[in-house]
Each structure stands twice: as structure tokens, then as C-alpha cells.
């Protein structure tokens, strides 16, 4: 069975830090991209981070810049997401996304779109409060 599964999340302050994981079963995600999105209460799913599969790509949101860092282990066929300064407004459901044709584009201004992945995690829920 191809499954993605997203682990990491929970409860942290404002400030801190939280490495997600997810973690692929079924399929090896070496030849895809894959990308990371949230989804806020009663907000769109939104791009926040992709990585091509050979590394030579990474696309982050500009509200994310500076602060997460998407990378990959292939060995583990697992893909990471490194969020440090958390701020409230990142709290969210966090999914991560692949796919045949997944696409991250790695040109200055490129968004991440969900639309580019078809292949979905059950998320992992960050809640960043104080």
C-alpha cells in the first residue's frame, strides 16, 4: 500500500522548534518531489516548502523564509521539515505531498502548488501558543 505519513508535530511555544518527518512506505520517493503544505481552520491549503528529487530545487514561502528548512534522506526514504522561530501563525496542519508529476519549482517567486502534487499524508497538527 503507497502511503505518506507525517510525524513531528504538536505543541511548542512561540520561538521554538520542530522538526516534521514524513515518511514514505510502498514506493521509494527518490524519483519525486516533494513538498510541504498547511492548512489553517477555515484558511486554504498553502505552500510552504518543496524539494525536486535530486536536491537541485528548494522553494520555500516567503512567510517561511529564514526560518524552515526542507531536506530529504533518500536512504530513508524520508523527507524532513526543519521549522525554527515559530510564530503562532504557523500553527496549522502540516502535510506533506508527492506524486508522478510532483513539480517544485525552484525560480525566485515560484509559489508551491497543490495542484503539482497528487499523492497526500494524513498531516500532523503544529500548534504554536504560548
Known amino acids: 500500500q503507497v502511503q505518506l505519513v507525517e510525524s513531528g508535530g504538536g505543541l511548542v511555544q512561540p520561538g521554538g522548534s520542530l522538526r516534521l518527518s514524513c515518511a514514505a512506505s510502498?514506493?521509494?520517493?527518490?524519483?519525486?518531489?516533494i513538498g510541504w503544505f498547511r492548512q489553517a481552520p477555515g484558511k486554504e491549503r498553502e505552500g510552504v516548502s518543496c524539494i525536486s528529487s535530486r536536491e537541485t530545487s528548494t522553494n520555500y514561502a516567503d512567510s517561511v523564509k529564514g526560518r524552515f528548512t526542507i531536506s530529504r534522506d533518500n536512504a530513508k526514504n524520508t523527507v524532513y521539515l526543519q521549522m525554527n522561530s515559530l510564530k503562532p501563525e504557523d500553527t496549522a496542519v502540516y502535510y506533506c505531498?508527492?506524486?508522478?508529476?510532483?513539480?517544485?519549482?525552484?525560480?525566485?517567486?515560484?509559489?508551491?502548488?497543490?495542484?503539482?502534487?497528487?499523492?497526500w499524508g494524513q498531516g500532523t497538527q503544529v500548534t504554536v501558543s504560548s
Open positions: 505531498a508527492t506524486g508522478y508529476y510532483a513539480l517544485c519549482r525552484g525560480r525566485a517567486g515560484s509559489r508551491i502548488l497543490t495542484t503539482d502534487f497528487s499523492s
Open positions: 510502498g514506493f521509494s520517493l527518490n524519483p519525486y518531489a
